[in-house]
């Protein structure tokens, strides 16, 4: 009953039609917020970064900065170069990709052109994975087989950018679908896998 609840109230958050009513909602212009720009040079060194990676299951209340945030999306899903190419290689180059990000202040959409979150809503659905205070929603076209590679180089950018600031985090297939029904994904999307990310306890 309460799972029902909390899919109502984020699909009508979500600005989806009402499933019990079919009514559909009033418009809101979408709240967004700019990113501090990601760092791009320091860090500890790869080797050392590889040897230090780790999944880290029990994590603090603290928030992760949003520094470290712009930081290890752009690690994720970031454009790296002048002609809007990512972090990491997709098939053909058609970036079929989506990251959402769950934290207190709510669902959001990486836009990583804009080095920017779009807000999706301003539930806090931290809970729904664990707790912790950020979690990173990865999703791709189903019955692709690139879909899957894509989302593990992006999981596994954030797991090194992770080891190298002493953030935690573990990558979970369990409750990855929390979301899906609520989530605005493009048509043939699913999501793939989830992170938890926070300071170890
Ligand atoms: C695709 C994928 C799905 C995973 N799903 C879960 C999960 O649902 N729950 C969990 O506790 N760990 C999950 N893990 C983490 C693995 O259990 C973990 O990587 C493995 O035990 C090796 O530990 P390590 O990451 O510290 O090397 C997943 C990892 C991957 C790559």
């Given at each position: 009953?309460?799972?029902?609840?909390?899919?109502?109230?984020l699909?009508?958050l979500f600005?989806?039609?009402?499933?019990?009513?079919?009514?559909?909602?009033?418009?809101?212009?979408?709240k967004?917020i700019?990113?501090?720009?990601?760092?791009?040079?320091?860090?500890?060194?790869?080797?050392?970064?590889?040897?230090?990676?780790?999944?880290?299951?029990?994590?603090?209340?603290?928030?992760?900065?949003?520094?470290?945030?712009?930081?290890?999306?752009?690690?994720?899903?970031?454009?790296?170069?002048?002609?809007?190419?990512?972090?990491?290689?997709?098939?053909?180059?058609?970036?079929?990709?989506?990251?959402f990000v769950v934290l207190e202040s709510g669902v959001w959409?990486?836009?990583?052109?804009?080095?920017?979150l779009v807000q999706l809503s301003p539930v806090d659905a931290r809970?729904?994975?664990?707790?912790?205070?950020?979690?990173?929603?990865?999703?791709?076209?189903?019955?692709?087989?690139?879909?899957?590679?894509?989302?593990?180089?992006?999981?596994?950018?954030?797991?090194?950018?992770?080891?190298?600031?002493?953030?935690?985090?573990?990558?979970?297939?369990?409750?990855?679908?929390?979301?899906?029904?609520?989530?605005?994904?493009?048509?043939?999307?699913?999501?793939?896998?989830?992170?938890?990310?926070?300071?170890?306890?």
């Amino acid at each position: 009953m309460k799972r029902i609840a909390f899919v109502l109230c984020l699909a009508m958050l979500f600005g989806m039609a009402n499933p019990l009513t079919g009514s559909a909602p009033a418009v809101a212009p979408a709240k967004a917020i700019t990113l501090p720009k990601p760092v791009m040079n320091g860090g500890i060194p790869l080797m050392e970064a590889l040897s230090k990676r780790k999944s880290v299951r029990e994590v603090s209340g603290k928030p992760v900065s949003e520094q470290d945030l712009s930081n290890l999306l752009w690690a994720a899903w970031g454009v790296n170069r002048p002609d809007g190419r990512r972090t990491v290689p997709t098939s053909r180059n058609k970036q079929e990709a989506e990251l959402f990000v769950v934290l207190e202040s709510g669902v959001w959409r990486y836009d990583a052109a804009g080095n920017a979150l779009v807000q999706l809503s301003p539930v806090d659905a931290r809970s729904r994975f664990g707790g912790a205070p950020l979690t990173l929603v990865y999703a791709a076209k189903a019955g692709d087989d690139a879909g899957g590679m894509h989302v593990g180089s992006m999981y596994q950018n954030v797991g090194l950018y992770c080891a190298s600031v002493g953030l935690g985090n573990v990558v979970k297939s369990t409750g990855r679908a929390e979301l899906d029904s609520v989530l605005r994904l493009p048509a043939g999307y699913k999501t793939y896998v989830v992170q938890s990310i926070g300071w170890p306890r």
